[in-house]
């Protein structure tokens, strides 16, 4: 089933009432108001299977009735306080990459549902060289934040799979990991501070190193995802260009000696900034999608050396040409004791080459009707595999009907005390009833790993459709706490209802 034309695609008839209109035109200027099809569709969904499938039928039960684009953060003020006033649902908008529901168009009992487009937040408003920090505002996607930041010889080291289309603003408000944050960190930690426009007015987190006034604010508007305001500015801890890179790939007899290796150099010096360990299916993938001549050879020659289920590893080291060497050397030592195989840097070159591409071979599949999804999770080093065991049974029974579908999983986060695992899900879509079908698949994908004791989600979030297991993700009391702060900000409620913090069944057909 191919994509329809954007003008073929039917939508729900928008429901901005004429007073909400005059206010957000008063707030934000007649022209950066919109409520053209082809805006609303562009705004109607985010970048999961479900989502792709709904745009892909022609039909979306659900879009914002209007888009608002502010261009500074007294004009997101203004949107936020019309919406109250008339009771209109917001969804703050970013990149649109959430792959959870972030950005579903959700009304959950409001007259109508208006998205915030933060595209017009667009520069950096301050770098300090010497604390080496940069304040980006909410709109800047990544290549532009590289940019910005490469010419005064800095990176902010976030490179997610999404970092062409993902947003700053996103980045805070899922929580975000990109493939370097063994080193450079998660966003959370890179965040220092940010600023918040909510319903009941703006917050501002002080750029600070960290102190210690009292539980962290700012931690707890990170992962807010749009539910307790806009964030219109972060301010982010910034790194010097590396000198050198070291990108070279090995291949280890199993997972488990796999594992051990990541483990140790998380917790043994040799860190590396890019870890990324496959499984022998997701290895196995790889290989059989490789179109280098060397592919074959290096096949035989690990059946030789011992390794006919090989997994393939990926290891970046990025920085000064001293700690890179020193750190290489370290990691060395710890593949050859593990029984590791080098591979050369080929292999590493060509992921890198290719690391943001992946994504767009969804649509290939999906044109040829192929189930095709992902899902993470992250956990204690001691229950990685009976994770990743317990995740694959689950998608593997609910799954099986017609033909075995193709599980694979990679380890690409290494901490100190555990490491994430990213699942990637082919099988043959059934058709009539596609997205009933992936979503008893997550169903049960997602009871196996909280049975295991795995978080909810790495980096993903939560949106819609992770939030009907958040009452047992943070507890009762904590679900309170939350509602707490959303209550406070977001008195009315307008804020991304149907999302995070939901304890009943979600509005849409999705979970
Ligand atoms: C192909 C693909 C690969 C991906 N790879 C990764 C990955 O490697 N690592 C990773 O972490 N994620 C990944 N994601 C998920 C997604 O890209 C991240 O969640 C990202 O941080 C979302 O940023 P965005 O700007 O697109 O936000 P959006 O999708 O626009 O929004 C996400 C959520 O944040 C809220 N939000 C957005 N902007 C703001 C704002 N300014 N203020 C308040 N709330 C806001 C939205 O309301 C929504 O709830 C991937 C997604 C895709 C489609």
């Not at 998660?186 to 210690?212: H, K, V």
């Not at 790889?286 to 050879?297: D, E, I, K, L």
Request: glycine share 10%; proline share 5%; aromatic share 4%.
């Amino acid at each position: 089933m191919r994509p329809p034309p954007l003008d073929r695609v039917r939508l729900p008839e928008a429901r901005l009432t004429t007073a909400l209109r005059r206010s957000l035109v008063e707030a934000v200027g007649g022209f950066h108001v919109r409520d053209d099809a082809e805006t609303r569709v562009r705004h109607a969904a985010g970048r999961s299977y479900v989502d792709l499938l709904r745009l892909r039928s022609g039909t979306l039960d659900s879009a914002p009735d209007a888009v608002a684009y502010p261009g500074n953060a007294a004009e997101v003020l203004a949107v936020l306080r019309a919406c109250t006033e008339h009771e209109c649902a917001v969804v703050p908008f970013g990149g649109g990459t959430s792959v959870v529901g972030g950005v579903a168009p959700l009304r959950d009992g409001m007259r109508c549902v208006i998205a915030v487009d933060v595209e017009r937040l667009d520069s950096a408003s301050g770098v300090d060289a010497i604390g080496m920090t940069a304040t980006l505002q909410a709109g800047m996607r990544g290549p532009h934040i590289e940019a910005v930041l490469n010419a005064r010889g800095m990176t902010l080291g976030h490179f997610p799979q999404s970092f062409e289309y993902a947003t700053a603003g996103g980045f805070a408000a899922t929580r975000s990991a990109g493939q370097a944050s063994s080193q450079y960190g998660r966003f959370d930690e890179m965040a220092a501070g940010l600023a918040m426009q909510s319903p009941s007015g703006e917050l501002i987190t002080d750029a600070l190193p960290p102190a210690a006034t009292g539980p962290s604010l700012l931690q707890a508007l990170l992962g807010s995802e749009g539910t307790l305001g806009v964030i219109t500015e972060v301010t982010v801890r910034v790194h010097p260009l590396p000198h050198v890179e070291h990108y070279a790939a090995w291949s280890l007899p199993d997972l488990a000696h796999g594992l051990d290796v990541m483990r140790q150099l998380a917790q043994d010096g040799g860190k590396p900034h890019v870890a990324r360990l496959s499984d022998a299916d997701e290895t196995r993938a790889a290989f059989a999608m490789s179109s280098g001549r060397a592919t074959p050879v290096a096949r035989r020659y690990l059946r030789v050396r011992g390794q006919p289920a090989p997994c393939l590893m990926v290891l970046g080291w990025e920085g000064d040409g001293d700690v890179v060497g020193q750190r290489v050397r370290v990691a060395s030592r710890v593949l050859r004791r593990a029984g590791a195989v080098g591979l050369g840097a080929a292999p590493a070159r060509a992921w890198r080459r290719d690391r943001f591409q992946a994504p767009y071979l969804r649509d290939a599949l999906l044109d040829r009707g192929v189930l095709v999804e992902t899902l993470e999770t992250v956990t204690r080093w001691s229950a990685v595999d009976a994770v990743r065991r317990a995740v694959r049974g689950a998608l593997i029974s609910s799954l099986s009907e017609r033909a075995q579908p193709l599980i694979g999983c990679h380890v690409s986060h290494i901490y100190r005390d555990g490491a994430s695992l990213y699942f990637t899900v082919l099988a043959e879509q059934r058709r009539g009833d596609a997205v009933e079908q992936w979503v008893a698949a997550k169903r049960a994908a997602t009871d196996a790993l909280l049975a295991q004791g795995a978080a909810l989600s790495h980096h993903h979030g939560v949106g819609v459709d992770h939030s009907r297991w958040m009452p047992s993700a943070v507890g009762e009391r904590g679900m309170a706490l939350l509602q707490a702060l959303k209550r406070e900000l977001d008195p009315t409620g307008v804020m991304n209802p149907g999302k995070l913090l939901v304890a009943s069944e979600p509005e849409l057909t999705t979970f």
